[in-house]
C-alpha cells in the first residue's frame, strides 16, 4: 500500500512571541506585502472591468454578467484537477508563474484598448484565461499559509492577510473611479497588472524549501482527486462549509453581476462616485476582518460565525432601497455593515479549514470545497445577468439579497448550530489500497 507524500517543507516556525506577532516573521511580511498589493490592483481593475463593459462598450446587464460569470467558469473544470497538482508541486512556483502570467493577461486590456480594439469578446476572453490562472493560484495560496506559520498562528495571519486585502479594496475602488474619469476606463486595468509584478518580487523573497513528492510514490491524478472528494463528503463539518459558501456565493454574485449598472442607472450616480460606494463598502470588509478574531474570542469560532451570518449579513436587504426609500449613503452603510459579517464569517471558516484539513491533503480538500462554492458564482452571475434585464437591476438585488442570507439556514440545520468553538483536525483517512505507480499521470 502506497501512501500520498505531501510537498516537503521545514515545519512552519514557532509560534511568535511579542507585541509584535507575525510582523515579526519575514516570510509572512513578504506574502502580505504581496497579496495586499495584488489585492489593490485586483479592487482596481475588477471596478475598471465593469466600466469599460458599460461605460466604454455599452454592456447591458446580461453581458457585465457573461463577463463575471467567465472569471469563474474554469473552476468547474480546472477546480478539482488543480488541487491534485498543486498537491505535487511547489506551491510558491506555481503562484509565481501565475503572477506573470495575470500581469500579461490583464495588461492586454489596456493595449487593447489604445489600439482602438477593445471590445467584449476580448473582456470575456481575458476574464476566462485569468480565471483559469487564478484556479491554480488560489489553490496554491490556500495550502501554502500553514505551511509558513504554525497552525496557533493561522486565525492572525488570516486576520492580518484579509485586513490588508479589505483595506486595498477600501482604496481600490475610488482610484478606479479617478482613473476611469481621468483617462479612461481601461487605465485601471494596466494598474491591475503591474501589481502582480510587485506580488511576483515578494514571492520570489520568500525563503520556505518546498520539494514535490517523488514521482514513484504518485498515484495518479484520479485517484488523488477521489481522495480529497471523498474527505470533502464524508466530513460533516467541511461539507456543510462548502453547501453554506456556494449558497452565499450564488446570491452575492447575482448582486455583484447588477451593481454598477444599478448605481449607474437606477441611482444615477457618476463613475468616479461608483468608486466612492465601492470603497465606503470596503471599509465593512476592513472591519470584519479586523473584527473576526476579537469576535471569536468572545463568543467562539463557530458561534461567532452564526451570528456573523444570521445578525449582521441581513443588512444587506437595505441596499436595493437606495435612491427610493433611502439615501445612497445609508443603504451603502448597511450594504459595508453587511460585508463586514461576510468577510468575518470567511476569515473564521478559512482559518478553520486550514488548521483542520491534514497537511498532505490540504490542496485537493480545498480545491474539491472551491469547486462545490465557486462553482455557483458564473451561476449567480449569469443568474443576476438575466434577470437584470427581465425584471430590472434593483427587483434582482432585491431577489438575491434573499438568496445570501439563506445561506444561514444551511448553518443552523448542520452541527455547528450546537458548537462554540470549531472542531480540532481529525486523523487522517487511511490510504486506497493502490495500483502500480502511474509516473506520466
Same mark, same amino acid.
Given at each position: 500500500?502506497?501512501? !500520498?507524500?505531501p510537498?516537503?517543507?521545514?515545519?512552519?516556525?514557532?509560534r511568535?512571541? +511579542?507585541?509584535?506577532g507575525?510582523?515579526a516573521?519575514? %516570510?509572512f511580511?513578504?506574502?502580505?506585502?504581496?497579496?495586499?498589493?495584488?489585492?489593490?490592483g !485586483?479592487?482596481?481593475?475588477g471596478v475598471?472591468?465593469?466600466l469599460?463593459?458599460?461605460?466604454?462598450?455599452?454592456? +447591458?446587464p446580461?453581458?457585465?454578467?457573461v463577463?463575471?460569470?467567465?472569471?469563474?467558469l474554469?473552476?468547474?473544470?480546472?477546480?478539482?484537477?488543480? +488541487?491534485a497538482?498543486?498537491?505535487?508541486?511547489p506551491?510558491?512556483?506555481v503562484?509565481l508563474v501565475?503572477?506573470?502570467l495575470?500581469?500579461?493577461l490583464?495588461?492586454?486590456?489596456?493595449?487593447a484598448g489604445?489600439?482602438?480594439?477593445?471590445?467584449?469578446a476580448?473582456?470575456a476572453?481575458v476574464?476566462?484565461?485569468?480565471?483559469?490562472?487564478?484556479?491554480?493560484?488560489s !489553490?496554491?495560496?490556500?495550502a501554502?499559509?500553514?505551511?509558513?506559520?504554525?497552525?496557533? %498562528?493561522l486565525l492572525?495571519a488570516?486576520?492580518?492577510?484579509?485586513?490588508?486585502a479589505?483595506?486595498a479594496?477600501?482604496?481600490?475602488?475610488?482610484v478606479?473611479g479617478?482613473?476611469?474619469q481621468?483617462?479612461g476606463?481601461?487605465?485601471?486595468?494596466?494598474a %491591475?497588472?503591474?501589481?502582480?509584478?510587485v506580488?511576483a518580487?515578494?514571492l520570489?523573497?520568500?525563503?520556505?524549501?518546498?520539494?514535490?513528492?517523488?514521482?514513484?510514490?504518485?498515484?495518479?491524478i484520479?485517484?488523488?482527486i @477521489?481522495?480529497?472528494?471523498?474527505?470533502?463528503?464524508?466530513?460533516p463539518?467541511l461539507?456543510t462549509?462548502?453547501?453554506?459558501?456556494?449558497?452565499?456565493n450564488?446570491?452575492?454574485n447575482?448582486?455583484?453581476?447588477?451593481?454598477?449598472?444599478f448605481?449607474?442607472?437606477s441611482?444615477?450616480i457618476?463613475p468616479?462616485?461608483?468608486?466612492?460606494? $465601492?470603497?465606503? =463598502?470596503?471599509v465593512?470588509?476592513?472591519?470584519g476582518?479586523?473584527?473576526?478574531?476579537r469576535?471569536?474570542r468572545?463568543?467562539?469560532?463557530?458561534?461567532?460565525?452564526?451570528?456573523?451570518?444570521?445578525?449582521?449579513?441581513?443588512?444587506?436587504?437595505l441596499l436595493?432601497?437606495?435612491?427610493?426609500?433611502?439615501?445612497? =449613503?445609508?443603504?451603502a452603510?448597511?450594504?459595508?455593515v453587511?460585508?463586514?459579517?461576510?468577510?468575518?464569517?470567511?476569515v473564521?471558516?478559512g482559518?478553520?479549514?486550514?488548521?483542520?484539513?491534514?497537511?498532505?491533503?490540504?490542496?485537493?480538500?480545498?480545491?474539491s #470545497?472551491a469547486?462545490?462554492?465557486?462553482?455557483a458564482?458564473? =451561476? @449567480?452571475?449569469?443568474?443576476?445577468?438575466?434577470?437584470?434585464?427581465?425584471? +430590472?437591476a434593483?427587483? !434582482?438585488?432585491w431577489?438575491?439579497?434573499?438568496?445570501?442570507?439563506?445561506?444561514?439556514?444551511v448553518?443552523?440545520? #448542520?452541527?455547528?448550530?450546537?458548537?462554540?468553538? $470549531?472542531?480540532?483536525?481529525?486523523?487522517?483517512?487511511?490510504?486506497?489500497?493502490?495500483p502500480?505507480?502511474?509516473?506520466a499521470?
Open positions: 500500500m502506497t501512501t !500520498t507524500v510537498i516537503e517543507t521545514p515545519a512552519p516556525p514557532d511568535p512571541r +511579542g507585541r509584535w507575525l510582523w516573521h519575514g %516570510d511580511r513578504r506574502l502580505w506585502i504581496g497579496e495586499t498589493t495584488s489585492t489593490l !485586483t479592487a482596481v481593475g475598471a472591468l465593469s469599460v463593459a458599460v461605460v466604454t462598450l455599452g454592456a +447591458g446580461l453581458a457585465v454578467g463577463i463575471n460569470a467567465a472569471a469563474w474554469p473552476w468547474l473544470f480546472l477546480g478539482l484537477p488543480a +488541487g497538482w498543486v498537491d505535487r508541486w506551491r510558491l512556483r503562484m501565475c503572477d506573470l495575470l500581469l500579461a490583464f495588461g492586454s486590456v489596456p493595449v489604445w489600439l482602438g480594439v477593445l471590445s467584449l476580448q473582456l476572453v476574464a476566462l484565461l485569468t480565471g483559469a490562472v487564478k484556479v491554480f493560484f !489553490t496554491a495560496y490556500g501554502l499559509l500553514p505551511t509558513l506559520v504554525a497552525r496557533a %498562528d492572525e488570516n486576520v492580518k492577510l484579509r485586513s490588508g479589505s483595506a479594496e477600501i482604496a481600490g475602488p475610488g478606479a479617478l482613473l476611469s481621468a483617462f476606463a481601461a487605465s485601471g486595468m494596466l %491591475d497588472s503591474l501589481t502582480y509584478l506580488s518580487v515578494c520570489r523573497r520568500i525563503g520556505t524549501e518546498e520539494r514535490p513528492p517523488p514521482v514513484s510514490e504518485r498515484r495518479g484520479p485517484r488523488e @477521489g481522495e480529497g472528494v471523498r474527505f470533502l463528503l464524508r466530513d463539518y461539507r462549509l462548502a453547501c453554506f459558501a456556494a449558497v452565499g450564488l446570491g452575492l447575482g448582486i455583484q453581476a447588477v451593481q454598477t449598472v448605481l449607474v442607472r441611482v444615477g457618476e468616479g462616485a461608483v468608486g466612492g460606494v $465601492f470603497a465606503l =463598502v470596503s465593512g470588509g476592513l472591519a476582518a479586523m473584527l473576526a478574531g469576535i471569536a468572545r463568543l467562539g469560532t463557530a458561534r461567532a460565525l452564526l451570528v456573523c451570518e444570521l445578525v449582521v449579513a441581513p443588512f444587506i436587504l436595493p432601497l437606495a435612491g427610493e426609500r433611502l439615501p445612497l =449613503v445609508v443603504s452603510l448597511a450594504w459595508a453587511a460585508v463586514c459579517g461576510v468577510v468575518a464569517g470567511n473564521l471558516a482559518s478553520f479549514s486550514q488548521a483542520y484539513c491534514p497537511p498532505e491533503l490540504i490542496g485537493r480538500i480545498r480545491a #470545497s469547486t462545490v462554492n465557486y462553482s458564482i458564473p =451561476v @449567480g452571475a449569469l443568474l443576476g445577468g438575466w434577470l437584470g434585464e427581465v425584471i +430590472g434593483r427587483s !434582482t438585488i431577489l438575491m439579497a434573499g438568496v445570501l442570507l439563506s445561506a444561514g439556514l448553518l443552523l440545520a #448542520s452541527p455547528l448550530r450546537g458548537l462554540r468553538d $470549531f472542531p480540532t483536525r481529525p486523523s487522517a483517512p487511511a490510504a486506497d489500497p493502490a502500480a505507480p502511474d509516473p499521470a
